[in-house]
């Protein structure tokens, strides 16, 4: 085992029982997220046009269709973000009861997949100052 997986099992006190029950609950909340109606796919499919807003015919419509298309793109990006953390809890977990090193490799792909995508979105939406952001300074999110 690497010094990095055994420092990081060092400073866990759970037992395997334990261990087990926070998978069950992590699997169960993953399960839960997609079968609801804030899972990505069910957001996705969620799309108002913009026409129905009636946002050809004045202004505030059309502000009123951009940020809604700016919530539902939010929506969907944290529902794929917190059931991708979900996921990657749980190998860790697995990585912890049993050694990183003997996780199944398409398990280990998948965590290094889901840490990657993390990353990268942390360091798009981070890199750029937060009023640079946003050309209408007045819609915060």
Do not use: C
Not at 36 to 63: M, N, R, T, V, Y
Not at 88 to 95: K, P
Not at 117 to 140: C, G, L, V
């Amino acid at each position: 085992m690497s010094a990095a997986g055994q420092d990081a099992r060092s400073h866990v006190r759970l037992g395997p029982g334990e261990l087990r029950s926070l998978k069950r609950k992590v699997d169960a909340a993953l399960r839960k997220l997609e079968s609801s109606s804030g899972s990505k796919e069910k957001l996705s499919q969620q799309i108002i046009p913009s026409a129905s807003f009636g946002a050809s015919s004045f202004g505030e419509a059309a502000d009123l269709s951009r940020m809604y298309e700016r919530v539902h793109t939010h929506l969907t990006n944290l529902s794929q973000t917190l059931g991708d953390q979900i996921e990657a809890m749980g190998i860790a977990v697995l990585g912890t009861q049993h050694g990183f090193e003997k996780i199944d490799d398409d398990q280990r792909r998948r965590f290094y997949e889901i840490q990657t995508r993390t990353q990268e979105w942390y360091d798009e939406h981070h890199a750029k100052p937060r009023d640079k952001r946003d050309d209408r300074k007045h819609t915060e999110l």
